[in-house]
Protein backbone atom coordinates (compact mmCIF):
# COMPACT_ATOMS: atom_id res chain seq x y z
CA UNK A 1 0.00 0.00 0.00
CA UNK A 2 1.30 3.36 -0.95
CA UNK A 3 2.27 5.76 1.97
CA UNK A 4 0.56 9.03 1.87
CA UNK A 5 1.87 12.26 2.92
CA UNK A 6 0.57 15.00 5.52
CA UNK A 7 2.72 17.95 4.63
CA UNK A 8 2.39 20.59 7.48
CA UNK A 9 4.53 23.25 5.04
CA UNK A 10 1.40 22.90 2.65
CA UNK A 11 -0.43 24.26 6.11
CA UNK A 12 -3.61 22.01 6.07
CA UNK A 13 -6.53 23.36 8.22
CA UNK A 14 -6.57 22.31 11.38
CA UNK A 15 -10.34 20.39 10.17
CA UNK A 16 -8.14 18.56 7.29
CA UNK A 17 -5.50 17.83 9.70
CA UNK A 18 -7.47 16.03 12.22
CA UNK A 19 -9.85 13.73 9.43
CA UNK A 20 -5.94 13.35 7.68
CA UNK A 21 -4.90 11.50 11.04
CA UNK A 22 -7.79 9.77 12.64
CA UNK A 23 -7.57 8.05 8.94
CA UNK A 24 -3.93 7.21 9.47
CA UNK A 25 -4.74 5.98 13.15
CA UNK A 26 -7.78 3.77 11.58
CA UNK A 27 -4.90 2.17 9.93
CA UNK A 28 -6.83 2.27 6.53
CA UNK A 29 -3.30 3.70 5.46
CA UNK A 30 0.04 4.48 5.86
CA UNK A 31 0.99 7.97 6.94
CA UNK A 32 4.00 9.92 7.34
CA UNK A 33 4.17 13.88 8.57
CA UNK A 34 6.05 16.13 7.27
CA UNK A 35 7.61 18.81 9.82
CA UNK A 36 9.50 22.04 9.19
CA UNK A 37 11.70 22.93 12.11
CA UNK A 38 14.57 25.23 12.46
CA UNK A 39 16.84 24.09 15.39
CA UNK A 40 19.28 26.97 17.20
CA UNK A 41 21.60 26.51 15.16
CA UNK A 42 19.60 27.91 11.87
CA UNK A 43 19.49 24.45 10.15
CA UNK A 44 16.26 23.98 8.52
CA UNK A 45 14.77 20.19 8.65
CA UNK A 46 12.19 18.53 7.32
CA UNK A 47 11.12 16.17 9.98
CA UNK A 48 9.25 12.77 8.61
CA UNK A 49 6.98 11.66 11.39
CA UNK A 50 5.36 8.15 10.68
CA UNK A 51 1.46 8.61 11.90
CA UNK A 52 2.15 5.38 14.33
CA UNK A 53 4.93 7.60 15.85
CA UNK A 54 2.36 9.48 16.49
CA UNK A 55 -0.07 8.01 17.95
CA UNK A 56 2.22 6.47 20.07
CA UNK A 57 2.97 9.76 21.49
CA UNK A 58 -0.57 10.76 21.80
CA UNK A 59 -1.46 7.15 23.82
CA UNK A 60 1.35 8.04 26.21
CA UNK A 61 1.01 11.66 26.56
CA UNK A 62 -2.75 10.76 27.65
CA UNK A 63 -1.90 7.75 29.78
CA UNK A 64 0.84 10.43 31.82
CA UNK A 65 -1.64 12.73 32.51
CA UNK A 66 -4.56 10.16 33.20
CA UNK A 67 -6.76 11.74 30.21
CA UNK A 68 -9.74 9.59 29.20
CA UNK A 69 -12.43 8.54 26.88
CA UNK A 70 -14.54 11.68 26.43
CA UNK A 71 -11.77 14.17 28.56
CA UNK A 72 -11.21 17.50 26.40
CA UNK A 73 -7.98 19.14 24.99
CA UNK A 74 -7.97 22.75 24.39
CA UNK A 75 -5.32 23.74 21.41
CA UNK A 76 -3.89 26.98 22.28
CA UNK A 77 -0.58 25.98 20.04
CA UNK A 78 0.06 26.08 15.86
CA UNK A 79 -0.75 22.87 14.28
CA UNK A 80 2.27 23.39 11.69
CA UNK A 81 4.33 22.49 14.85
CA UNK A 82 4.93 18.99 16.32
CA UNK A 83 3.34 20.57 19.86
CA UNK A 84 -0.36 22.24 18.37
CA UNK A 85 -0.56 18.40 15.90
CA UNK A 86 0.19 16.66 19.14
CA UNK A 87 -3.03 18.16 21.03
CA UNK A 88 -5.08 17.49 17.67
CA UNK A 89 -3.64 13.68 17.94
CA UNK A 90 -4.66 13.13 21.75
CA UNK A 91 -8.18 14.50 21.24
CA UNK A 92 -8.45 11.85 18.34
CA UNK A 93 -7.42 9.40 20.95
CA UNK A 94 -10.22 10.36 23.37
CA UNK A 95 -13.15 10.46 20.60
CA UNK A 96 -12.95 14.67 21.15
CA UNK A 97 -12.53 17.79 19.51
CA UNK A 98 -10.28 20.25 20.86
CA UNK A 99 -11.42 23.89 21.98
CA UNK A 100 -10.43 27.45 22.46
CA UNK A 101 -8.81 29.13 25.34
CA UNK A 102 -12.54 30.41 25.82
CA UNK A 103 -13.66 26.96 26.48
CA UNK A 104 -13.47 25.03 29.78
CA UNK A 105 -11.27 21.98 28.80
CA UNK A 106 -9.38 19.17 31.07
CA UNK A 107 -6.10 19.46 29.30
CA UNK A 108 -3.64 21.78 27.50
CA UNK A 109 -0.29 22.26 26.42
CA UNK A 110 1.92 25.79 26.33
CA UNK A 111 5.07 27.09 25.84
CA UNK A 112 7.10 29.00 28.79
CA UNK A 113 6.22 32.27 26.48
CA UNK A 114 2.28 31.69 27.48
CA UNK A 115 2.74 30.65 30.94
CA UNK A 116 4.78 33.78 31.78
CA UNK A 117 1.87 36.04 29.84
CA UNK A 118 -0.64 33.74 31.91
CA UNK A 119 0.97 34.41 34.97
CA UNK A 120 1.66 38.72 34.26
CA UNK A 121 -0.84 39.92 32.14
CA UNK A 122 -3.37 37.54 30.55
CA UNK A 123 -6.36 36.81 32.86
CA UNK A 124 -8.27 34.91 30.44
CA UNK A 125 -5.83 32.46 30.28
CA UNK A 126 -4.76 32.56 33.38
CA UNK A 127 -8.03 31.24 34.56
CA UNK A 128 -8.10 28.85 31.57
CA UNK A 129 -4.90 27.19 33.34
CA UNK A 130 -6.39 26.67 35.96
CA UNK A 131 -9.72 24.81 35.13
CA UNK A 132 -7.60 22.38 33.95
CA UNK A 133 -6.45 18.85 35.20
CA UNK A 134 -3.01 19.29 33.58
CA UNK A 135 -1.30 21.82 31.73
CA UNK A 136 1.85 20.73 29.42
CA UNK A 137 4.62 23.04 29.54
CA UNK A 138 7.68 22.98 26.61
CA UNK A 139 9.21 23.83 23.69
CA UNK A 140 12.33 25.63 25.71
CA UNK A 141 13.62 25.58 29.50
CA UNK A 142 11.35 26.96 31.85
CA UNK A 143 12.87 28.78 34.98
CA UNK A 144 12.03 27.52 38.39
CA UNK A 145 10.91 30.52 39.54
CA UNK A 146 8.11 30.24 36.89
CA UNK A 147 7.26 26.76 38.13
CA UNK A 148 6.83 27.95 41.17
CA UNK A 149 4.72 31.02 40.40
CA UNK A 150 2.44 29.18 38.72
CA UNK A 151 2.41 26.36 41.80
CA UNK A 152 1.31 29.31 43.61
CA UNK A 153 -1.53 30.13 41.26
CA UNK A 154 -2.86 26.65 41.31
CA UNK A 155 -1.82 25.89 37.62
CA UNK A 156 -1.12 21.81 37.78
CA UNK A 157 1.93 21.90 35.09
CA UNK A 158 3.81 18.83 33.51
CA UNK A 159 7.40 19.84 32.17
CA UNK A 160 7.89 18.07 29.24
CA UNK A 161 11.31 17.57 27.16
CA UNK A 162 11.53 16.38 23.56
CA UNK A 163 11.85 17.64 19.97
CA UNK A 164 10.37 16.91 16.78
CA UNK A 165 12.64 14.48 16.36
CA UNK A 166 10.83 12.46 19.11
CA UNK A 167 7.38 13.32 17.89
CA UNK A 168 7.45 16.06 20.65
CA UNK A 169 7.63 15.60 24.51
CA UNK A 170 8.68 12.31 25.82
CA UNK A 171 10.10 12.95 28.95
CA UNK A 172 7.11 14.31 31.53
CA UNK A 173 8.87 15.83 34.87
CA UNK A 174 11.92 14.73 34.24
CA UNK A 175 11.02 11.03 33.66
CA UNK A 176 10.37 9.37 30.12
CA UNK A 177 7.76 7.91 29.28
CA UNK A 178 6.87 4.03 29.05
CA UNK A 179 8.74 2.49 26.36
CA UNK A 180 11.52 5.31 25.99
CA UNK A 181 15.27 4.55 26.62
CA UNK A 182 17.77 8.45 27.50
CA UNK A 183 21.11 7.76 28.10
CA UNK A 184 23.77 9.89 27.24
CA UNK A 185 26.64 10.21 25.28
CA UNK A 186 31.10 10.18 26.77
CA UNK A 187 30.77 13.74 25.59
CA UNK A 188 27.15 14.26 28.04
CA UNK A 189 24.84 14.73 25.31
CA UNK A 190 21.35 13.11 25.64
CA UNK A 191 20.30 10.56 23.25
CA UNK A 192 16.75 9.15 23.33
CA UNK A 193 15.43 5.91 21.84
CA UNK A 194 11.74 4.72 21.57
CA UNK A 195 8.74 4.12 19.32
CA UNK A 196 8.27 8.20 18.99
CA UNK A 197 11.36 8.71 16.95
CA UNK A 198 11.39 10.27 13.75
CA UNK A 199 11.48 8.26 10.55
CA UNK A 200 14.35 10.71 9.00
CA UNK A 201 14.76 14.29 7.16
CA UNK A 202 13.59 14.30 3.56
CA UNK A 203 16.17 15.01 1.25
CA UNK A 204 18.73 15.12 4.00
CA UNK A 205 20.14 11.65 4.85
CA UNK A 206 23.67 12.57 5.57
CA UNK A 207 21.82 15.18 8.10
CA UNK A 208 20.08 12.79 9.21
CA UNK A 209 23.10 9.92 9.63
CA UNK A 210 24.87 12.42 11.52
CA UNK A 211 22.09 12.64 14.52
CA UNK A 212 21.06 9.09 14.38
CA UNK A 213 23.20 6.02 15.27
CA UNK A 214 22.04 2.57 15.74
CA UNK A 215 18.64 3.59 16.81
CA UNK A 216 19.54 6.39 19.52
CA UNK A 217 18.83 9.88 18.53
CA UNK A 218 21.61 11.70 19.48
CA UNK A 219 20.32 15.51 20.43
CA UNK A 220 22.37 19.05 21.32
CA UNK A 221 21.39 19.03 24.76
CA UNK A 222 23.83 18.35 27.80
CA UNK A 223 21.79 16.37 30.58
CA UNK A 224 22.63 14.61 33.86
CA UNK A 225 21.03 11.57 34.89
CA UNK A 226 20.15 11.29 38.56
CA UNK A 227 17.96 8.79 40.23
CA UNK A 228 16.16 7.90 37.32
CA UNK A 229 15.68 11.04 36.37
CA UNK A 230 16.73 13.21 32.79
CA UNK A 231 17.55 17.39 33.64
CA UNK A 232 18.49 19.20 31.10
CA UNK A 233 21.64 21.64 32.02
CA UNK A 234 22.31 23.21 28.86
CA UNK A 235 22.66 23.06 24.98
CA UNK A 236 26.39 22.12 23.49
CA UNK A 237 25.39 25.46 21.39
CA UNK A 238 24.85 27.87 24.30
CA UNK A 239 28.22 27.80 25.47
CA UNK A 240 30.77 30.49 24.35
CA UNK A 241 33.63 31.63 24.95
CA UNK A 242 34.49 34.85 25.35
CA UNK A 243 37.78 36.49 26.51
CA UNK A 244 38.89 32.99 26.96
CA UNK A 245 36.02 32.51 29.39
CA UNK A 246 33.35 29.56 29.03
CA UNK A 247 30.24 31.12 29.55
CA UNK A 248 26.85 29.65 29.14
CA UNK A 249 23.98 31.39 27.50
CA UNK A 250 21.08 29.43 29.28
CA UNK A 251 22.72 29.98 33.03
CA UNK A 252 22.75 33.96 31.86
CA UNK A 253 19.21 33.79 30.90
CA UNK A 254 18.20 31.94 34.05
CA UNK A 255 19.57 33.89 36.21
CA UNK A 256 18.26 37.49 35.18
CA UNK A 257 14.89 35.50 34.77
CA UNK A 258 14.93 34.61 38.81
CA UNK A 259 15.77 38.11 39.60
CA UNK A 260 13.67 40.55 37.18
CA UNK A 261 10.95 38.28 36.70
CA UNK A 262 8.95 40.79 34.80
CA UNK A 263 11.29 41.14 31.84
CA UNK A 264 12.05 38.40 28.78
CA UNK A 265 15.84 37.96 28.20
CA UNK A 266 17.73 36.59 24.99
CA UNK A 267 21.48 36.27 25.70
CA UNK A 268 23.49 35.46 22.64
CA UNK A 269 27.13 36.43 20.45
CA UNK A 270 28.63 38.16 17.80
CA UNK A 271 32.53 37.93 16.92
CA UNK A 272 34.65 40.07 18.07
CA UNK A 273 38.19 40.88 17.31
CA UNK A 274 38.74 41.46 21.43
CA UNK A 275 36.52 39.22 23.02
CA UNK A 276 36.57 36.28 20.43
CA UNK A 277 32.86 35.96 20.96
CA UNK A 278 31.31 38.93 22.92
CA UNK A 279 28.62 38.40 24.88
CA UNK A 280 25.45 40.53 23.89
CA UNK A 281 22.28 40.72 25.84
CA UNK A 282 18.27 41.32 24.40
CA UNK A 283 15.56 42.36 26.19
CA UNK A 284 11.42 43.35 25.40
CA UNK A 285 11.37 46.03 27.83
CA UNK A 286 14.17 48.98 29.50
CA UNK A 287 16.17 47.63 31.82
CA UNK A 288 18.80 49.07 34.33
CA UNK A 289 22.35 47.92 32.49
CA UNK A 290 24.27 48.90 35.66
CA UNK A 291 21.81 46.59 37.56
CA UNK A 292 21.99 43.40 35.34
CA UNK A 293 25.84 43.54 35.41
CA UNK A 294 25.84 43.62 38.91
CA UNK A 295 24.04 40.40 39.50
CA UNK A 296 25.74 38.57 36.68
CA UNK A 297 28.98 39.77 37.34
CA UNK A 298 28.40 39.05 41.19
CA UNK A 299 26.84 35.09 40.21
CA UNK A 300 29.37 34.40 37.58
CA UNK A 301 32.20 36.81 37.34
CA UNK A 302 33.69 39.53 34.98
CA UNK A 303 33.43 37.83 31.92
CA UNK A 304 29.61 36.89 32.23
CA UNK A 305 29.07 40.71 31.98
CA UNK A 306 27.05 41.86 28.32
CA UNK A 307 29.30 44.27 26.23
CA UNK A 308 25.89 45.15 24.12
CA UNK A 309 22.23 45.53 25.32
CA UNK A 310 19.54 46.13 22.91
CA UNK A 311 15.76 46.61 23.36
CA UNK A 312 13.48 44.95 20.71
CA UNK A 313 9.76 44.92 20.68
CA UNK A 314 9.64 40.70 20.91
CA UNK A 315 12.14 38.38 21.83
CA UNK A 316 12.98 36.35 18.78
CA UNK A 317 11.63 33.23 18.91
CA UNK A 318 12.20 29.78 16.76
CA UNK A 319 8.43 27.85 15.88
CA UNK A 320 6.70 28.67 19.21
CA UNK A 321 9.04 29.31 22.15
CA UNK A 322 12.68 28.45 21.18
CA UNK A 323 14.83 31.00 21.48
CA UNK A 324 16.26 32.74 17.93
CA UNK A 325 19.93 33.39 19.07
CA UNK A 326 20.90 33.37 15.21
CA UNK A 327 18.41 35.99 14.42
CA UNK A 328 19.26 37.47 17.93
CA UNK A 329 23.49 38.16 16.84
CA UNK A 330 21.88 39.60 13.23
CA UNK A 331 19.79 41.97 15.24
CA UNK A 332 22.75 43.02 17.38
CA UNK A 333 25.17 43.29 14.48
CA UNK A 334 22.51 45.71 12.60
CA UNK A 335 22.20 47.80 15.31
CA UNK A 336 26.15 48.17 15.12
CA UNK A 337 25.87 49.58 12.00
Not at 33 to 56: H, M, P, Q, R, Y
Not at 139 to 146: C, I
Not at 210 to 221: A, H, P, Y
Not at 297 to 309: D, I, W
Amino acid sequence: MKTSVIDLGLQPSNLELTQALATAFSQVEPSLVIINTTGSSGVNKKVELSTEAISKSAELANAAVGAKLGDIWSLLLPTNHIAGLNVLARAIKLGTEVVGVEARADFTAIVPTQLHRALTEDLKLLEHLQNCKAVLVGGAAVDGSLLEAAKSKAITLFTTYGMTETSGGCVYNNVALPGVLVELTDSGLIKIKGPTLASGYQDQEALWLENFLDGWFITSDLGEIKDGKIFVVGRADDVIISGGENISLAAIESELVRNFPEVNFLATSVPDAEWGQKLCLLSDINIDQVKISSVLQNKFGRASVPKEFLVVKEIPLIGIGKPDRVKASALIINAQR
